[in-house]
């Protein structure tokens, strides 16, 4: 029995909103061609949409089903050439960027234990902006999850452009919650794409300033920051001037656009298109992460920009005919019928399709009954500009100098090397020639250093001169003139009377033959050179013999005294 006043139920209504005069947009039915390029993953993981940060916390992951419906609901899924499910992330992967402790703390904390973990709970920041709530792991492992898988589509080559609105929690530190984030997606994916790509661009257009990822990248020189935000001093999270430019290594590679309230889309794109294309010029990536976060839109719950959706998702088309590998990121945006028509438009223009401005008939076609159904609804309650053209010229041109010291783009091969490789270089030898190309020098490979080869002489390395090995032919000559053209001596003594030999081996008798002091040395060692023929040298070449007996062993000729006798060996 059913009582009066509830005679009409949820489930007696109508399934769609009657819109009358207002039309409702068909779904694309045209499917992509599979081989049209550029190619592009859209990132969705079951169920991300259905945690909860808290009754009247700001944050509401509920955008992300409101935005997949609309996707589907446009047919833009035809057009997309893959949508993936991803897997969450593994404690390892989270732990490429985070702490140990903060990632086991995230995995043990729960809504029911953490008054016995207060003392973490404080020491990890999770209070007020980053509350504890039922499955919050999962939740972190899941938008983390997606964003790398997109980081390694796009390191693989399998896509052109990855999405992933779950992604773009841009305030996580490295030990630490903050501002609505727990684990900073976007720096783990960077480091996945640094895995392949020597140089990576990250944009942010989300109203806060993206400190978590300015700060993993503060000091690296492969990684450059450039943000868009509204910067008061006191506005959360209270950095990103104009003068934090980076340091050691990273000093010019992280920019800041601090932007006042009230900026509209005129002042917004101008800057932005000066700003970015200048960069890009400079800094010549090799990848590009963008982050779109939607709280830069007019009427958002926390922002104060006059960004309308159009200009928002100009900004995304700006960057994608820059035809770099590209990976899309959600982040901020807090009301949440804007922030999903907004993600829902840029990924048509991702995708390179026109869509009505009517929305599709949807089962949350009452969140947008207010706006009447439409995609771009007109911009109410704005806020004044405090932006004036000479502040914003004068932030472009701070910008251009800043670029101006980067001296052509960076690669991996100019990066610092670390000490431990430094010192294992410097203790290792070098031979002359890779000094001479460290020097600089014009005879670099040019030189030539010859093996030398000495008697018994034997060791292992490149120059091995084992006598296994061929010998030069220097060294063959000699020995081979040294056999033919002396018979072996046992004994020889040392100064002047060198040529005085004890013959026990080289004649016969022991017989010492004296010849005349008046006897020329010239014409003896000639005699003796001819009973050497019959041994097979040829006459022709006595006179390279006399020569090649110097370097055997005998003294020069200039060195003999006339008036001195020579004993010498003959053959009877």
Known sequence: MVRASQATTFSASAYFDDRGPHGTAQPITERVNPHSRPIVSYFFPKGVGEFHYGERHPMKPHRLTLTNALVMGYGLDKQIHHIYNPRPATQ??????????????????????????????????????????????????????????????????????????????????????????????????????????????????????G???????????????????????????????????????????????????GVDDEMYLTVFKTVIEDTVTAFRPTAIVLQCGADSLG??????????????????????????????????????????????????????????????????????????????????????????????????????NKLRYLQGA?????????????????????????????????????????????RHEYFEGDNDVDQDDCPPLSATKRNSISSGARRPRTKRTRGRARGRVSGAN????????????????????GRVRSRGKPRGRVAEKDKDLEDMDMDVGGEPESGFEPETPVDIDIDV
């Open 92 to 209: 390892v992967e989270l732990e490429m960027y985070h702490d140990h402790d903060y990632i086991e703390f995230l995995s043990r904390v729960t809504p029911n234990n953490q008054n016995e973990m207060r003392h973490l709970i404080d020491t990890f920041n999770c209070v007020e902006d980053c509350p504890i709530f039922a499955e919050m792991s999962d939740f972190c492992r899941m938008y983390a999850g997606a964003s790398l898988a997109g980081a390694r589509k796009l390191c693989s080559g399998t896509c052109d452009t990855a999405i992933n609105w779950s992604g773009g929690l841009h305030h996580a530190k490295r030990g630490e919650a903050s501002g609505f984030c727990y684990i900073n997606d976007i720096v783990l994916a960077i480091l996945e794409l640094l895995r392949y790509h020597p140089r990576v661009l990250y944009i942010d257009i989300d109203i806060h300033h």
């Open 211 to 261: 400190d978590g990822v300015e700060l993993a990248f503060y000091h690296s020189n492969r990684v450059m920051t450039v943000s868009f935000h509204k910067y008061t001093g006191e506005f959360f999270p209270g950095t990103g001037k104009l003068d934090d430019n980076g340091a050691n290594l990273g000093k010019h590679f992280c920019l800041n656009v601090p932007l006042q309230d």
């Open 299 to 400: 009427c958002d719950r926390l922002g104060a920009f006059n960004l309308s959706i159009a200009a928002h998702g100009e900004c995304v088309n700006f960057v994608r005919k820059f035809n770099v590998p590209l990976l899309v990121l959600g982040g901020g945006g807090y009301t949440i019928k804007n922030v999903s028509r907004c993600w829902t438009y840029e990924t048509a223009v991702l995708v390179g399709a026109e869509i009505p401005d009517e929305l599709p008939a949807t089962i949350y076609d009452p969140f947008f009954r207010d706006s009447q159904w439409k995609l771009h609804p007109p911009l109410t309650g704005r806020v004044e500009n405090q932006n004036t053209p000479a502040s914003l010229q004068k932030i472009t041109i701070s910008i251009r």
């Open 410 to 454: 960076p690669s991996v091969a100019m990066q610092e090397i670390p000490p431990d490789l430094e010192g294992l270089l410097a203790d290792e030898d070098k031979n002359p020639e890779e000094k001479d190309e460290e020097r600089g020098t014009v005879f670099a490979g040019e030189s030539r250093s010859d093996r030398y080869t000495s």
């Open 506 to 525: 080289g004649r016969e008798g022991g017989e010492e033959v004296d010849e005349p002091s008046s006897a020329k040395p010239g014409k003896t060692r």
